[in-house]
């Protein structure tokens, strides 16, 4: 652990949370282990911590792929090739300024020579992409990093208003806030991770998607999509580095937030 010359935020190494790597990985060569980055929980976010504490800049010295949010909640974020996007809630997409903070967001070194690629030749819905990628790295206690590129159609997505305090828990933030937009076919880039319900608590257990477009004009959180053609790169995660701000103290965490998550993440 060490202090930040900011005084508001303090690193807490979970990289002893190693993880195994997956026997017979298909990769053309030889990978280093890929070691993804978090700020805060999705708990804290749950809770309301809508303040940003760490800005983009910083964040983006550890990785140049992920997703999260923005200073309270204004948008979805996507990184993709070391660029930040800020999906806004008129469903205008911009790159995000460097001095923005962040109060929940995970970002790894997103390195192609160490995924395993999975072709897709023929259409294929949410679902089945899954179970593509659930059949190559079946230890579901295996972290993934996962990105697409190709031609979608039937894609959704979301993002919010910003809010001002005093900030409501997300769930009920977010009745009013949400905004969706039904972008139908497009090419672009989805963004996301396959997290391992042993980090529940911690981040969204099970896939989460975000998505750009290939003008980077579009994007936002994924509440559905298909892919006609495209090709999938799934990096496994091997170490996990949390870093956490100073929470009030009177916050509860030890309160179960699984059906207001479910609310937030899974409403389609």
């Known amino acids: 652990m060490r202090e930040i010359s900011t005084g508001l935020f303090r690193f807490v190494t979970l990289s002893l949370l190693v993880f195994a790597l997956a026997a017979g990985l298909r990769a053309e060569e030889p990978r280093s282990k890929v070691r993804l980055t978090q700020v805060a929980t999705i708990d804290s976010l749950l809770s309301g911590c809508y303040d940003g504490w760490i800005t983009l800049e910083e964040f983006l010295s550890y990785g140049d792929f992920g997703l999260g949010t923005v200073d309270r909640i204004d948008g979805e974020l996507t990184i993709l090739d070391g660029v930040p996007y800020q999906s806004l809630f008129d469903g205008t ?13 995970s970002v790894v070194p997103f390195a192609p020579t160490g995924a395993v690629v999975m072709n897709i030749d023929s259409p294929a819905a949410e679902e089945e992409i899954t179970e593509r990628i659930d059949a190559l790295f079946p230890n579901r206690n295996r972290p ?40 139908g076919a497009l090419s672009g880039t989805v963004v996301g991770f396959r997290t ?73």
């Open 93 to 105: 997409t911009v790159v995000a300024v460097r001095d923005l903070k962040l109060p929940f967001a």
């Open 144 to 183: 993934l990093a996962i990105r697409i590129e190709g031609d979608f159609t039937d894609l959704r997505t979301r993002s919010e208003v910003g809010q001002d305090k005093p900030y409501r828990p997300l769930a009920e933030t977010m009745k009013d806030a949400e905004r969706r937009f039904e972008l």
């Open 196 to 268: 391992p319900s042993l980090m529940k608590g911690l981040n969204i257990p099970g896939y989460h998607y975000h998505f750009i477009d290939s003008s980077k004009q579009i994007g936002g959180h994924l509440l559905q999509f298909s892919v006609t053609s495209g090709k999938g790169m799934i990096l496994p995660i091997d170490e996990f580095l949390l870093i956490l701000p100073e929470l009030p103290g009177e916050l509860d965490f030890q309160r179960d937030r699984s059906e207001e998550l479910n609310a937030v993440e899974k409403s389609r």
